[in-house]
């Protein structure tokens, strides 16, 4: 079976067991390494592996092929994307008419911060620049953009760059809603045995809780430079009772997020009921 995630510490940790074939029933995987951008775009496309993590953002685009899977994904309390500048201060209004960077413009820490945006921001902000994530710090470190929208392992790294935290848009989102936040999606094409790729999934992902020390090589592999105590940082942060299982307040985020972003005009509206579908 051929599938698409990010090599952050939270996904290889989560999929360890299911790609060593470790879980009994399973499939051998064809594991594709892919940044969201990547895997959104396959999706989009339709012709994608069978399962794939993508942002919450972009299952408005592709849920006439791809099914959303109850676990595997991430989503949580505490673990926003943050707006960062370079001159510290607190006040939103600083950003009207500047220039921020943002890694996508199909992700939730977009659809976040412009949601955020358009309560905080008079008059709006200026130009929204697409760059790759590890040069966004830089570039506003550096004065080539007013404000960086950074996510995963930025919240841990940022003072490093002299950057300030302008807002943390997850705690804006969970004490505007008080609701966790949806970030990456787990989802698999439609047609095939939905049940038993779920189960097969949640398996590796209580082997990871059963045996974390049995995943540390796989993940150091892929987080490639990263400190392992912020690879630790990483995982626990986003590896949580919602990845064995979305349940009612998972999918209560997912719609919210969805349906206010689609009266911004920032999604397409859609059928809701087909994400339990």
């Not at 097969?200 to 090589?217: C, F, G, K, M, T």
């Given at each position: 079976?051929k599938i698409?995630y990010s090599p952050?510490p939270?996904?290889t ?5 299911l ?7 399973a499939?051998e ?8 951008d990547?895997?959104n775009?396959?999706?989009a496309e339709?012709n994608?592996?069978?399962v794939?993590?993508?942002s ?10 791809y099914?959303?899977?109850p ?18 201060g607190?006040?939103?209004?600083t950003?009207a008419?500047?220039r921020v960077a ?10 976040l911060f412009?949601?955020w945006?358009?309560?905080h921001v ?15 710090m830089?570039a506003v ?9 950074v996510i995963?392992?930025a919240?841990f790294t940022?003072?490093?760059y002299?950057?300030?935290q302008l807002v943390?848009l ?7 809603t008080?609701?966790?936040i949806?970030?990456g999606a787990i989802i698999?094409r ?5 049940e038993?790729?779920?189960?097969w999934?949640?398996a590796s ?8 020390e049995?995943?540390?090589?796989y ?11 912020v690879a ?5 942060l986003?590896v949580?009772?919602f990845t064995?299982?979305l349940?009612?307040s ?9 349906k206010?972003a689609?009266?911004?005009g920032?999604?397409p509206?859609?059928d ?5 579908k």
């Amino acid at each position: 079976m051929k599938i698409a995630y990010s090599p952050c510490p939270n996904d290889t940790f989560v999929f360890h067991a299911l790609a060593h074939g470790l879980i009994p029933g399973a499939p051998e995987l064809e594991v594709l390494y892919a940044d969201i951008d990547v895997t959104n775009r396959l999706a989009a496309e339709g012709n994608g592996p069978e399962v794939l993590k993508i942002s919450y953002a972009a299952l408005p685009w592709v849920l006439k092929d791809y099914a959303l899977l109850p676990c595997g994904g991430a989503l949580g309390r505490g673990c926003g994307p943050l707006v960062l500048t370079k001159n510290g201060g607190s006040d939103p209004a600083t950003l009207a008419g500047r220039r921020v960077a943002v890694p996508s413009d199909r992700s939730t820490a977009y659809l976040l911060f412009r949601l955020w945006a358009a309560q905080h921001v008079p008059g709006g902000v200026g130009e929204i620049v697409v760059m790759p994530f590890h040069e966004i710090m830089p570039a506003v470190r550096d004065g080539h953009m007013d404000a960086g929208l950074v996510i995963h392992e930025a919240r841990f790294t940022y003072p490093s760059y002299g950057l300030t935290q302008l807002v943390d848009l997850g705690n804006w989102w969970e004490s505007d809603t008080g609701l966790p936040i949806p970030l990456g999606a787990i989802i698999a094409r439609r047609g095939l045995d939905l049940e038993a790729i779920s189960g097969w999934i949640r398996a590796s992902v209580e082997y990871a809780w059963a045996h974390p020390e049995a995943s540390r090589d796989y993940v150091m592999e892929h987080a490639q430079e990263m400190d392992p105590k912020v690879a630790q940082a990483h995982i626990d942060l986003y590896v949580n009772e919602f990845t064995a299982n979305l349940g009612e307040s998972g999918y209560g985020a997912i719609t919210t997020l969805l349906k206010r972003a689609a009266e911004e005009g920032l999604v397409p509206q859609m059928d809701y009921a087909a994400l339990l579908k």
